[in-house]
């Protein structure tokens, strides 16, 4: 058995990978690179090495560097987990070479899958059924369009290397395929320095199903049921659930066979997953095989009962898997749902930052929270912006539904922006509720689950109020032992006025709208509060932890309120609410300094600029494209108007918020 393992990992997953690990009585290494020199991960494992500076290239993904720890450690095996080297056959390769135990499939059989394309061509021929398309060598403009047409728009064109919808673009009809094809080639050549692509058929409505494998060394090989991760955004995951709702027992276990045929057809060993589309007929199509542990491996495991990262520790270890496929059944349901840091309001811009607050519900029989993260942790540009996943469990999937909105809830993040309304917004979607899934469910549904700005309600009002005035009474009261009179009515922070009721009026923005609540002090440190909607009474006071302990006429209202200069989010169960305080002055400078001014929204590299100086635009024109975090972004002209400049050409760097074309509004 594996006695010390190497996590080749940061975030949530080299967590997760310890967690068994030390349950099982290994010890563990970690690798860092210095933008995580204070990260989780590290703290978790029993040593830690410096690998590299942040940029993965030079660290997380630096093979030779990892093997080299590796051996200098001690570590007799190497957990890979998701991402980074964790398919990459060369890295296998080199852990076999150097003695040291790669916890995941022989290299060969991360080779046979490692292109969509080859992967395609070889299953293709072992009977798996393939969506129709073309996956061939000649990578032309000419053939490749050839092929789109004889195939029938519309296509998808898909990166043979990608992953995570990186590469991916629809074409709907023959005139947008040469600019796909391009903004395609780009995309994967930035994220996978590979640009072959493959077309296939768009499948118009259907459901991606993938099935567990787990084959040992002696020739097992068994499938864990199925996933579904139907709820998508840009062809990425975001909620996933097993098992399928709806599916019947026959397409199961032929899913299930076909992904234990495709494994066996490549000699597979340990944990892997076959992705399959489903389509509304009943037919599956095979799309890829992925060679590691999925992101969403944990709804598996609490239906199956199984720890997937143990049985790959075993399987690795030359374990034989001691259960028949008849011996496994699926336990209730479990719904994963991925909280990323990122901006939906902003075409869900990956938000870079500080987690200021940080607040994730606590782990049980029920709920189980993934993460590497914690409050004060930086959310940076180098590496992927998940935050955390939420998983649930319970007997069926209603109730498992209703156990993720609450979980979704209780959750509050502050510091950057996150799609945490968004997933609230899924998990309460009467669409989600009635399993009506497919992998445009986030299209169909987008007007619904698109944050809109919700006006604040009263009670966000009040309680963003109580929060703003017990705040500044503790800060009084902490400052009036330093004075000479303790007593003096001076530091009373309650608006006490001799012989008459004293009064405030605090202001606030709340998207856009300005609304003040009127304060009445009383005697007895009580509020009144007049607000848009009525008057009530309050009392507030802020509790040991934080917590504001609030009363609206009477009755108790768990909140907190987190302050930020001008900035409140008001976290209640109902979910989080931001406003600011007005401050005139302070306004006037941010309009000045915001300007019409196009800026960078994150560090990044302009990979094309569409426009030329002078040219005038309409609202909507794309005029530069940028790359961040391995994904383009599209700057569009705000309104119509001129391009008075162009501060950068193709293939630059730009820091964030510098000026990325001048511009005037007409
Ligand atoms: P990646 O490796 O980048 O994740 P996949 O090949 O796994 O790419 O596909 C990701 C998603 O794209 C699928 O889950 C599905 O939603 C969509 N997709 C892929 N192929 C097709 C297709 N032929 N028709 C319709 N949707 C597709």
Redesign the pocket.
Known sequence: MVAKLLIANRGEIACRVMRTARRMGLRTVAVYSEADARAMHVQAADEAYLIGPPPAAESYLNGARIIEVARRAGADAVHPGYGFLSENAGFAAACAEAGITFVGPPPTAIEAMGG?SAAKALLGAAGVPL?P?YHGDDQSDGRLFAEAEAIGFPV?I??SA???????RVVETAAGFDEQLAGARREATAAFGDATMLV????AR?R?VEIQVLADAHGTCLHLFERD??I?RR???VVEEAPAPGLDHATRRAMGEAAVAAANAIGYVNAGTC?F?LDEDGAF?F??MNTRLQVEHAVTEYISGLDLVEWQLRIASGERLPFAQDQLAVDGHAIEARLYAEDPARSFLPSTGVLRHLSLPADSLHMRVDTGVRRGDAISIHYDPMIAKLVVWDRDRPAAVARLRRALEESHILGVASNLDFLSAIARHPAFAAADLD?RFIDRHAADLLPRAQPASDETLALATLGVLAERRRRSAERAPQSGDPYSPWHLANGWRLNDEAQEHLTFRDAGERITVVVHYRRDSSYRLDLPGGTVSATAEIGEDGRLDAALDGVRRPAAVVRHGLELAVLTHGGTHRLSLVDPVAEAEAVEAAGGRLTAPMPGKVVGVLVEAGQAVEKGTPMIVLEAMKMEHTVVAPTDGTVTGLPFTAGEQVEEGVELIGFQPA
């Not at 296939?200 to 499948?203: F, G, H, M, S």
């Open positions: 969509k969506v398309g998808l898909k990166a990608g992953g995570g919808g990186k590469g991916m296939e058929k768009y499948l259907p991606h991760c139907s998508q062809h990425q995951k992705e589309l199509y799309m890829e992998t």
